[in-house]
């Protein structure tokens, strides 16, 4: 279809490794989120992308957390030297544009465990 | 800040019967939007519905439609009918216009599992 696609589903990693997750949004949508759901737990925001603009890192709780966007397209949340407090499933969603009217679009998530 | 409370963890509630589930949230800004999200087991986060602060008349989507209660700060879900394929996470968001400044950030609720049971 053409939704939000992310990868891996599932992610198993050991403690100290590097990870990297990805995020394919809509096509032709130029903002693109990625949160984080603790279990049991709502969405933490991370990182907004909106065009070629910088993107907003505010929520990202520490420098271990990276993401990169190229263009309108594809996006890349890398976490270093993972934690077990970094399990969690990691969704992206993207929107036609930045707005409360305009809905943004979820992935079905990544769920990382980290042993 | 903005905060958004859901007091209720989990309900349950037989099917074709109506259920509420609530939502408050705390705001100092006069116009905002307010949303309902579902999250089934696949974890596909999905809009059930929005409302705009400015906008006095409920929304409704089919089955299911809010009573937001602006002075009250309170935004809940009415799921009318509720069907087996409703049994889901939900999730209560606010986005404040002020931050459409910055990053269109969704403050959320901690979720309510709701359990439709045949």
Redesign the interface.
């Given at each position: 279809g053409a939704g939000v696609s992310q990868s891996p589903s599932n992610k198993v990693t050991e403690k100290g490794k590097d990870v990297e997750l990805r995020c394919d949004p809509i096509s032709g949508h130029t903002a693109l989120y990625w949160y984080r759901q603790r279990l049991g737990q709502g969405l933490e925001f991370l990182i907004y992308f909106q065009g070629n603009s910088a993107p907003d890192k505010s929520g990202l709780p520490s420098d271990r957390f990276s993401a990169e966007r190229t263009g309108e397209s594809v996006s890349t949340l890398t976490i270093q030297r993972t934690q077990q407090e970094d399990s969690a499933v990691y969704l992206c969603a993207s929107s036609r544009v930045s707005g409360g009217l305009n809905e943004q679009f979820f992935g079905p998530g990544t769920r990382l465990t980290v042993l | 800040a903005q905060t958004?409370t859901q007091s209720q963890p989990e309900m349950s509630v037989q099917e074709a019967e109506t259920v509420t589930l609530s939502c408050t949230y705390d705001t100092s800004e006069n116009n905002?939007?307010l949303f309902w999200y579902k999250q089934p087991p696949?974890?596909?986060?999905?809009?059930v519905i929005?409302q705009?602060a400015y906008k006095q008349q409920n929304a409704t989507e089919n089955r299911f439609s809010v009573n937001f209660q602006k002075a009250a700060k309170s935004f809940s879900l009415k799921i009318s009918d509720s069907q087996l394929g409703d049994t889901a996470m939900y999730?209560c968001?606010f986005?404040g216009?002020l931050s459409?400044d910055?990053?269109?950030?969704?403050i959320?609720?901690?979720?309510t599992k709701l359990i439709i049971k045949p």
């Open positions: - | 958004v905002y939007y696949s974890r596909q986060m999905i809009l929005r705009e999730f968001a986005m216009t459409m910055s990053n269109y950030q969704l959320w609720g901690a979720g």
